[in-house]
């Protein structure tokens, strides 16, 4: 009878959250204007902040342009995310895919939810190379912008704010986030706020997630204003070609139901559409390298790098088996009592999507006269054990499937997984245009571990993991490596030389989903930027590019939140103000 009563109330729970979430998104089927003052290309993690701003002028007209759908769609219990809204990009010489969001929301209704500002030595690079305007002084006030800052003992700081559109909380749903900690302070580590005065050491994720439900841009920046009379958003419209006349961006052209549509911009076309479909668009449309551009008889409008300088973190895998189940597993994803707990609570494993804890540190092998983190360890409170997901989605990193099933089979209940990150690859890669069709996807050479370094540094990383795993917080929970040489891979090299993990890390590292730089910034002479330190594309007027594809270089760790905080920024230039002075005037205590 109990069981019964609690499979009764949680059909009524779901069926409200549902009813709740099924918005009839009729502000997504206006019919459009024939011209706007701003179209913004592209509705993720920048578009979606940049059209919240532009729209608080009520004297200008808005237009949010999206290849995807609505993000209400998509699931918000944070454990049970899947990329379900991707276009899967074909990459060239390293075969595979990359998954981005094609959705309200971009890859922030996507992602693991792990928010991680970056090191402030990031920013003051990109000044010190001519990124003049972004130094970390320079970019802190925005993030602070950003934020709604919901953990206790982070509220007061003079790094992090409240009252922003999104809301920050800590992640940890499990015990193990407590013994990740007490095992690299073991090593001398000190646990720190990862978005704080130095990232260096540990810390528990701070992720975008409200009342156990994600929180990305379209839900955070897009839902509160989407009503706005000024603010237009169109989705399922694929946008295949920025119109150009005189050196200046007029409008656009897309798809949106099988027609052609026309769309004038009297002010700008700001391109938010991401590391891919920026410099895709970008040559389509005549801006790009010349010679490429020729090749494909497309008619040149300005001669710069777009696609080049990619830049994007990989990662490996280690996975360690422990005597007791404090992991989530399969069984523990099914247990009545962890569904209705986060339904009736909004917490529990359901509230997070397995990342616990980070740990961002300096090899011994890297370039010490740089002063950010070059490796980056995750620590993820799952095991792979029963990933029946299809190869399709994304969720197995490429894998092909005799892989997994090995993986399958030599995984455990009791598991748990640390991800070691390259974080400054010298291994550069490019976008390229496959053809002139707009529906083509583009070639992506990332030309990973191309350059030795990268590899030395991941070797230099699992290094580390091997010390915390011989903690004594790790061995009290009987932690013993899963070893991933399946079926005779790297048989040749002997068992933890430095030879057979450089042999495991070519077999498996994967990305990390952080492409960057493909359209990045620099000064004006600098001939290997597209766009100028305001975001404008250099030789063409009234177009700008403000999202990753800006970078000057990826930042160390997870590129959603650099991105969001590119948005913020992005709306100051192009409306000409400056809407962070209490937050310049908050951190004038602050060492920076």
């Not at 004038?264 to 010679?291: D, H, R, T, W, Y």
């Not at 620590?379 to 993986?407: Q, R």
């Not at 952080?514 to 910034?521: D, F, L, N, V």
Request: proline share 3%; with cysteine; net charge neutral.
């Amino acid at each position: 009878m109990l069981f019964k009563v609690i499979v009764v109330c949680l059909g009524l729970i779901v069926a409200a959250l549902y009813r709740q979430r099924t918005d009839p998104d009729i502000f997504l089927h206006l019919k459009l204007n024939s011209s706007y003052d701003y179209i913004i290309v592209g509705a993720g993690s920048a578009g979606s902040v940049i059209a919240n701003r532009l729209s608080e002028d009520e004297n200008v007209t808005v237009l949010l342009v999206e290849a995807g759908g609505s993000e209400f769609e998509n699931d918000y219990i944070p454990m049970l995310f899947i990329f379900t809204y991707e276009m899967a990009y074909i990459v060239l010489l390293q075969k595979g895919y990359w998954p981005r969001g094609r959705v309200l929301g971009g890859s922030s209704s996507i992602n693991y939810m792990i928010y991680v500002r970056g090191s402030r030595h990031d920013y003051d690079q990109w000044e010190t190379e001519g990124a003049t305007g972004w130094s970390y002084a320079d970019v802190l006030p925005y993030f602070l912008k950003i934020e709604d800052m919901k953990i206790a003992d982070l509220v007061n700081s003079a790094y992090h704010s409240t009252g922003g559109y999104l809301p920050l909380s800590k992640t940890q749903a499990t015990s193990l986030s407590n013994i990740y900690q007490r095992a690299v302070e073991e090593l001398g580590y000190n646990t720190v706020d990862v978005n704080g005065e130095d990232m260096l050491g540990y810390s528990h994720i701070q992720s975008n997630v409200l009342k156990g439900q994600r929180w990305g841009t379209a839900t955070a920046y897009l839902r509160p204003v989407i009503g706005r009379p000024n603010l237009h958003t169109s989705t399922q419209s694929y946008v295949t070609n920025i119109l150009i006349e005189n050196k200046t961006a007029v409008g656009i052209e897309m798809i949106k139901s099988g027609r052609k549509i026309i769309v004038s911009a009297n002010k700008e076309v700001v391109l938010s559409a991401g590391a891919i479909n920026s410099p895709q668009l970008l040559m389509l449309s005549g801006i790009g390298p010349k010679e490429h551009l020729e090749e494909l008889k497309i008619g040149v409008h300005a001669d710069l790098p777009v696609g080049k300088n990619l830049e994007d973190h990989m990662f490996f895998f280690m996975k360690y088996k422990t005597t007791d189940e404090m992991s989530v597993s399969i069984k523990s994803t099914k247990s009545w009592w962890n569904i209705l707990k986060y339904y009736l609570t909004g917490e529990g494993i359901f509230s997070f999507a397995g990342n616990e804890g980070l740990l961002f540190d300096k090899s011994t092998k890297g370039n010490h006269s740089l002063l950010y983190p070059d490796y980056q360890l995750q620590f993820y409170s799952g095991t792979s054990k029963g990933n029946d997901v299809p190869t399709d989605t994304g969720l197995t990193f490429n894998f092909n499937d005799s892989v997994l099933g090995d993986a399958a089979r030599r995984s455990d209940d009791n598991e748990i997984i640390i991800f070691p990150f390259v974080l400054h690859p010298k291994s550069i890669g490019r976008i390229k245009l496959k053809s002139k069709d707009p529906f083509d996807h583009p070639l992506i050479n990332p030309n990973y571990l191309s350059q030795q370094d990268d590899v030395d540094i991941l070797i230099d990383a699992v290094r580390k993991v091997q010390q915390i795993a011989q903690t004594k917080h790790f061995q009290e929970m009987g932690a013993t490596l899963n070893r991933l040489d399946y079926e005779g891979v790297c048989a040749e090299e002997k068992f933890d030389t430095d030879a057979y993990w450089e042999c495991l890390i070519r077999h498996y590292a994967v990305t990390a989903y952080h492409p960057t730089s493909t359209c990045r910034i620099g000064s004006t002479n600098d001939k290997n930027s597209v766009v100028d330190t305001k975001l404008r594309v250099k030789g063409i007027r009234n177009l700008r590019v403000a999202d990753a594809s800006m970078m000057r270089h990826v930042t160390s760790g997870n590129t959603n939140a650099p991105t969001i905080m590119i948005g913020e920024k992005a709306a100051d230039l192009i409306r000409g103000r400056d809407t962070v002075v209490k937050f310049r005037k908050q951190i004038k205590q602050l060492r920076l």
